[in-house]
């Protein structure tokens, strides 16, 4: 990767840490995109340039890519909780639907720069008979729809990628993060008065899960291979039953882990304690193309990245468990 000058916003969440350790790793130059500094001045090698920049500042944003004037821009940026969207709906309009939209024009005063969205599986489809839609899926859904206009409309390179369920090291509000942490506190509970069960509403809802670190890889791939104006899907193929997932995390701790399981016979189509976090993911949606075809291949083994998981918390502290 040697001369690639690459900008990831959203560099500071789950996956945007990932990917700058990724790029940096391969010799790009990176730049790390933050809303405001990490407190931890550890989080990015000190190679790695920082660049503070509100993304929902038009203004700021044009700034920035003047700037930098980066070749590649991976945009992991947004917002992504389903219940913080139905209490503050217009803050997602702005987060995922006007920043993308500021920085693809930004980006037109660089036409040789390509520019890979992170979009998500959650569709917002009118009358769909598979339950109602919420504002997160529906900013998303506009925030695909506009990158691609704006690719055509403007002769842009513009890509995009659906990922499904992606879990691995490092901070994340995602099911296996939440359950992994729940074990942690539980492992280290000075009294079980302290611990409240994890409640999983349905053992049998399934999703596809992929370890981020595979994610970033497919990334890399749609930058460097992909053709401008498809949607690429990211997954492993390989659906698994939420209740297998706790089991397998809960083979790794010989604490007595208080868990609410629900009952046998709960269906997969009412799954709360997933649907608290990311919502419902919509297979009936598919996406143009899968990022296989481009060469790419899951390598991280889903018990690998579950025992990835734990071992983070292990090491995360307390203020890691909050």
């Known amino acids: 990767m040697s001369g ?9 969440g789950f996956t945007g840490r990932h990917a700058v350790r ?9 730049t790390a995109v933050v809303r405001r500094l990490p407190e931890d001045p550890d989080i990015f090698a000190p190679e790695v340039a920082k660049y503070v920049c509100d993304l929902s500042d038009q203004g700021a944003v044009h700034a920035m890519i003047e700037a930098v004037r980066p070749e590649e821009v991976l945009h992991l940026a947004g917002r992504n909780s389903v219940p913080e969207s139905w209490r503050d709906p217009l803050l997602y309009m702005e987060t995922n639907v006007m920043a993308t939209l500021y920085l693809l024009e930004a980006l037109r005063s660089q036409p040789a720069g390509r520019i890979l969205v992170a979009g ?12 109602p839609p919420h504002p997160y899926s529906l900013s998303k859904t506009l925030e695909e729809l ?3 206009a704006w690719g055509t409309l403007f002769k842009q390179p513009v890509l995009l990628a659906e990922p499904c369920n992606l879990i691995g090291p490092g901070p994340s509000t995602g099911f296996c993060s939440l359950l992994a942490r729940h074990i942690v506190r539980t492992e280290t509970a000075e009294s079980e008065a302290e611990l409240q069960p994890f409640r999983l509403s349905s053992r049998l809802a399934q999703r596809d899960f992929l370890d981020v670190r595979d994610a970033v890889r497919a990334y890399d791939v749609i930058l460097r291979k992909g053709d401008t104006g498809v949607v690429y ?19 790794h701790t010989s604490a007595a882990v ?19 976090v990311s919502g419902r ?3 009936a949606y598919p996406a143009e ?3 296989a075809v481009l060469g790419w291949k899951p390598e991280i083994p889903l018990v690998q990245s579950l025992a990835d998981i734990l071992d983070h918390y292990r090491g995360a502290g307390k203020e890691g468990l909050v």
């Open 281 to 283: 993911e919509d297979t």
């Open 120 to 131: 998500s599986r959650l569709k917002y489809r009118p009358g769909a008979e598979e339950g």
């Open 4 to 12: 690639r000058k690459v900008l990831i916003t959203g560099a500071a």
């Open 258 to 276: 208080p868990m609410d399981w629900g009952p046998e016979d709960s269906s997969p189509d009412h799954d709360s304690a997933v649907s608290a």
């Open 233 to 251: 899907r990211i997954d492993s193929g390989a659906p698994h039953r939420l209740g297998d997932i706790a089991a397998e995390l809960l083979a």
């Open 146 to 148: 506009v990158s691609l």
């Open 289 to 291: 193309h899968s990022a």
């Open 22 to 30: 990724y790029f940096h790793a391969a010799g790009a130059e990176v």
